[in-house]
């Protein structure tokens, strides 16, 4: 069973810096693409950003462009953003989500339950 | 990199049959096979219920249909149930410089 577990959100003050995390299990890790999706109170998906199996392709929404960074460690089955520059518009229930294939697709099949990060002074 | 556009809600009667739109551009929808729908219940994850346009997920009811005409796909839900109701979410790949948008979600009454 595909298993994604997020962690690391938490009360931040704006223009502060998070690092959420996902550990994976139930798959073979480094056989697909990994993303993160975010969800505001209240509101519809965003996409944040994704990774390929390598670490070779990365891509990101243009709301985190130059703020986020997202990255893997498949030695570990983690997936990983580092959030800087925080805004209050960046409070979201984020999820891990993994990709059916390889590359980045798009094709969410297994979502985490999500970790809730609040920007707020 | 502009969302992409379904109708907000959607209802029907037990028994009937709906369809939620989503329109796109030549860019993604129109240039890509990589188009999925997602189901959310309220304080839930979603779930993928169509991927690729009109592919099933094993176990997804086949009472869910995924199509495509141009730059808009379409989800289908025959014999509406009570457990219908939830949100839904389109979803495209958009190219390796935009890569991945979503739809604004629908949400699904069933009356």
């Known amino acids: 069973e595909v298993q994604l577990v997020e962690s690391g959100g938490g009360l931040v003050q704006p223009g502060r810096s998070l690092r959420l995390s996902c550990v994976a299990s139930g798959f073979t890790f480094d056989d697909y693409a990994m993303h993160w999706v975010r969800q505001a109170p209240g509101k519809g998906l965003e996409w944040v950003s994704g990774?390929?199996?390598?670490?070779?392709?990365?891509a990101y929404g243009d709301s985190v462009k130059g703020r986020f960074t997202i990255s893997r460690d498949n030695a570990k089955n983690s997936l990983y953003l580092e959030m800087t520059r925080l805004r209050t518009d960046d409070t979201a229930l984020y999820y891990c989500?993994?990709?059916?294939?390889?590359?980045?697709?798009?094709?969410?099949?297994?979502w985490g339950q999500g970790t809730l990060v609040t920007v707020s002074s | 990199q502009s969302a992409l556009t379904q109708p907000a809600s959607v209802s029907g009667s037990p028994g009937q049959s709906i369809i939620i739109s989503c329109t796109g551009s030549?860019?993604?929808?129109?240039?890509?096979?990589?188009v999925s729908w997602y189901q959310q219940y309220p304080d839930k994850a979603p779930e993928l219920i169509i991927y690729?346009?009109?592919k099933r997920p094993s176990g997804v009811s086949d009472r869910f249909s995924g199509s495509r005409s141009g730059n808009t796909a379409s989800l289908t839900i025959s014999w509406l149930q009570a457990e219908d109701e939830a949100d839904y979410y389109c979803c495209a790949y958009a190219g390796s410089s935009t890569s991945v948008l979503f739809g604004g979600g629908t949400k699904v009454t069933v009356l």
């Open positions: 690729e346009v009109n």
């Open positions: 989500a993994k990709d059916r294939r390889i590359a980045v697709s798009g094709l969410f099949d297994s």
């Open positions: 990774i390929n199996w390598s670490s070779g392709t990365i």
């Open positions: 030549s860019s993604d929808i129109g240039n890509y096979n990589l």
